[in-house]
């Protein structure tokens, strides 16, 4: 009988693996707080709608990456395992009342589901930290917002390698003004685009912007610049932002062709971008969306944004070996015993665990000689091994071996060795 594999696209993490993404997943939960934003959770599946209507039906996420089928309801509904999270957190925040006359900085995090080609950096379920701040139109918030990504990633060990782009996508009027002469343009060229971007000339122009493919990109040294065609509020708004990013010292680069794949966007976009990841270079992207909260059926109410990808976030951090080494050791006591002496080995532990509350401390199961205990010690990454024999017993003391420094094993009471696990757990 063939072994089952996982599906295409949608990886386990392994427990060697996982201490990044718990480092990740605490560092950016710390940040988030220290700036005033509460968590907000929701669920994986929604009704289809939701993203038809707030993405857009002709988004390439909507026509061919989404996972949607009919529920076994009576009603035989249509639903959707999320491709992203922001329609979801708008839905989440309309339905529960708590954008009514309020303002909200919200985060949430999370396995998010779109059909592509895996690839580096991009899986069909991969995991994403979104925040949202509503009820705030001035650039302000947006600059808060950038400010927070910047000490994320000052916070990784990532900053040099990461690098802010920035543009403004204007009103919904006066980008369908710019549109207008975009389609103009790139309908004299059309014959020169890449099939993708032929395909969106029709359905999504500004998406051709994003073209990756290099004669594209070269065409596109002659389109109009969407800048150029923004309304004095808009113009305003995005000189206000610059002005806040320079008075904090974060650099950026103003990019014209910078856009977004999805409907909702308006004013404000940008993106934190790298090159230590080949093609998919984009770490973090957002901007402002003051549209969609009403395009979902509420108040008109100023929003803005942003989503970073986690499975990017931990190949960064890896290829830096940002990841700190009290990280990586996950464990910090071994507990070594003769088989006899179980029972008290365990309560010990226990004891130990009540005494200091974060110490990170295995007990060594399942049998074996005192030689193969130690090596499992070892192989733990401990950094002290606890070994109780007759004599430790007897005495009510406990011999320690240091396993990751050179200082000889000692025998020392119960209360010295909870001063010892509570050193060992402060250097966490």
Same mark, same amino acid.
């Given at each position: 009988?063939?072994?089952?594999?996982?599906?295409?696209?949608?990886?386990?993490?392994?427990?060697?693996?996982?201490?990044?993404?718990?480092?990740?997943?605490?560092?950016?939960?710390?940040?988030?707080?220290?700036?005033?934003?509460?968590?907000?959770?929701?669920?994986?599946?929604?009704?289809?709608?939701?993203?038809?209507?707030?993405?857009?039906?002709?988004?390439?996420?909507?026509?061919?990456?989404?996972?949607?089928?009919?529920?076994?309801?009576?009603?035989?509904?249509?639903?959707?395992?999320?491709?992203?999270?922001?329609?979801?957190?708008?839905?989440?925040?309309?339905?529960?009342?708590?954008?009514?006359?309020?303002?909200?900085?919200?985060?949430?995090?999370?396995?998010?589901?779109?059909?592509?080609?895996?690839?580096?950096?991009?899986?069909?379920?991969?995991?994403?930290?979104?925040?949202?701040?509503?009820?705030?139109?001035?650039?302000?918030?947006?600059?808060?917002?950038?400010?927070?990504?910047?000490? /994320?990633?000052?916070? +990784? =060990? #990532?900053?040099?390698? &990461?690098?802010?782009? %920035?543009?403004?996508?204007?009103?919904?009027? $006066? *980008?369908?003004?710019?549109?207008?002469?975009?389609?103009?343009?790139?309908?004299?060229?059309?014959?020169?685009?890449?099939?993708?971007?032929?395909?969106?000339?029709?359905?999504?122009?500004?998406?051709?912007?994003?073209?990756?493919?290099?004669?594209?990109?070269?065409?596109?040294?002659?389109?109009?610049?969407?800048?150029?065609?923004?309304?004095?509020?808009?113009?305003?708004?995005?000189?206000?932002?610059?002005? /806040?990013?320079?008075? +904090? =010292? #974060?650099?950026?680069? &103003?990019?014209?062709? %910078?856009?977004?794949?999805?409907?909702?966007? $308006? *004013?404000?976009?940008?993106?934190?971008?790298?090159?230590?990841?080949?093609?998919?270079?984009?770490?973090?992207?957002?901007?402002?969306?003051?549209?969609?909260?009403?395009?979902?059926?509420?108040?008109?109410?100023?929003?803005?944004?942003?989503?970073?990808?986690?499975?990017?976030?931990?190949?960064?951090?890896?290829?830096?070996?940002?990841?700190?080494?009290?990280?990586?050791?996950?464990?910090?006591?071994?507990?070594?015993?003769?088989?006899?002496?179980?029972?008290?080995?365990?309560?010990?532990?226990?004891?130990?665990?009540?005494?200091?509350?974060?110490?990170?401390?295995?007990?060594?199961?399942?049998?074996?000689?005192?030689?193969?205990?130690?090596?499992?010690?070892?192989?733990?990454?401990?950094?002290?091994?606890?070994?109780?024999?007759?004599?430790?017993?007897?005495?009510?003391?406990?011999?320690?071996?240091?396993?990751?420094?050179?200082?000889?094993?000692?025998?020392?009471?119960?209360?010295?060795?909870?001063?010892?696990?509570?050193?060992?757990?402060?250097?966490?």
């Amino acid at each position: 009988m063939s072994k089952i594999q996982s599906l295409r696209g949608m990886n386990d993490c392994l427990p060697e693996e996982s201490p990044v993404w718990q480092y990740l997943e605490a560092t950016a939960a710390r940040v988030f707080k220290r700036y005033g934003y509460r968590e907000i959770r929701f669920p994986l599946l929604e009704s289809t709608e939701l993203f038809k209507r707030s993405i857009g039906e002709v988004t390439d996420i909507v026509e061919k990456e989404m996972y949607t089928f009919t529920d076994l309801s009576e009603e035989r509904k249509s639903i959707t395992l999320r491709p992203e999270g922001t329609a979801s957190c708008v839905r989440a925040c309309e339905q529960h009342g708590l954008l009514y006359n309020q303002v909200q900085k919200l985060w949430y995090g999370g396995p998010m589901f779109r059909y592509e080609k895996p690839q580096k950096g991009r899986l069909r379920q991969f995991h994403q930290f979104g925040v949202e701040a509503f009820g705030m139109a001035g650039p302000d918030i947006d600059a808060e917002l950038i400010a927070l990504t910047a000490r /994320l990633w000052r916070e +990784l =060990g #990532i900053d040099d390698i &990461v690098a802010l782009e %920035l543009n403004s996508l204007g009103t919904p009027e $006066s *980008r369908a003004r710019y549109r207008k002469e975009l389609v103009s343009f790139l309908e004299g060229v059309f014959d020169e685009l890449d099939s993708d971007s032929q395909r969106r000339v029709a359905s999504n122009p500004m998406r051709v912007l994003d073209s990756k493919d290099p004669s594209t990109q070269a065409l596109l040294q002659d389109a109009p610049n969407i800048l150029d065609y923004l309304d004095e509020e808009s113009k305003q708004h995005f000189d206000g932002l610059q002005q /806040l990013l320079d008075a +904090l =010292g #974060i650099t950026y680069r &103003v990019n014209p062709r %910078l856009v977004r794949g999805l409907d909702y966007y $308006s *004013r404000t976009v940008f993106e934190w971008v790298t090159t230590e990841l080949g093609a998919q270079g984009t770490v973090c992207a957002g901007g402002r969306y003051d549209g969609l909260v009403e395009q979902l059926g509420g108040k008109p109410t100023p929003a803005v944004g942003f989503a970073m990808g986690l499975e990017r976030l931990v190949l960064l951090v890896q290829e830096r070996h940002a990841l700190p080494a009290t990280v990586q050791q996950q464990v910090d006591v071994y507990v070594v015993a003769d088989q006899k002496l179980l029972a008290h080995a365990l309560r010990m532990a226990e004891q130990l665990r009540d005494q200091v509350p974060g110490l990170r401390l295995q007990t060594h199961c399942g049998g074996g000689s005192f030689k193969s205990q130690m090596k499992k010690a070892d192989k733990s990454g401990a950094r002290i091994a606890c070994l109780l024999g007759e004599d430790e017993v007897q005495a009510g003391s406990v011999t320690v071996k240091y396993l990751r420094e050179d200082r000889p094993q000692e025998t020392i009471s119960f209360e010295q060795l909870t001063r010892l696990a509570s050193e060992l757990a402060d250097l966490q």
